[in-house]
């Protein structure tokens, strides 16, 4: 039986009646990827087409452009996004923020702290 990494597993819930829920690293990465991939403006992830994506890269190739670092049960995020051409990159910015943000704490019971996002790049595909 393979060891846990104590550093890539998070305790969520700990209840003595029912049990524990641990939720992986790379499991938080892939929400955050998905939340950001939904946002009107947003064409990749880490040069992942966001059109048709799941069935292109799978989920595991998508969260690729996501890392994340959690502490004491809290979250850094930190995204690398390729931009539709033509959309406002603050505002679109601030949207991904907000929706990786609340679907990482309403799934995860995790609190985020930073999103933070890199603009790899420019895509003029829609």
Same mark, same amino acid.
């Given at each position: @039986? ?7 597993? #998070?305790?969520?819930?700990? =209840?003595? $009646?029912?049990?524990?829920? /641990?939720?992986? =690293? =790379?499991? &938080?990465? @892939? ?7 939904? !946002? =009107?403006? &947003?064409?990749? @992830?880490?040069? #992942? !087409? ?5 069935? /292109? ?11 994340v670092d959690i502490l004491n049960k809290k979250v850094k995020v930190e995204?690398?996004? $390729? @931009? ?7 505002? $679109? ?6 929706? &990786? ?6 799934? $995860?019971?995790?609190?985020v702290t930073d999103v933070n996002i890199r603009i790899a790049g420019i895509?003029?595909?829609?």
């Amino acid at each position: @039986m393979e060891q846990e990494s104590v550093k890539n597993i #998070n305790l969520a819930q700990e =209840d003595e $009646t029912f049990g524990t829920v /641990k939720i992986a =690293d =790379d499991v &938080v990465a @892939m929400i955050a990827a998905l939340a950001a991939a939904e !946002v =009107d403006g &947003v064409a990749a @992830m880490n040069g #992942n !087409v966001a059109n048709g994506l799941l069935s /292109k890269v799978g989920v595991k190739g998508l969260a690729k452009g996501a890392r994340v670092d959690i502490l004491n049960k809290k979250v850094k995020v930190e995204l690398a996004v $390729t @931009m539709e051409y033509g959309f406002n990159i603050p505002a $679109t910015c601030q949207r991904v923020q907000n929706r &990786v943000k609340n679907a990482i704490e309403n799934m $995860t019971g995790l609190e985020v702290t930073d999103v933070n996002i890199r603009i790899a790049g420019i895509s003029m595909t829609h």
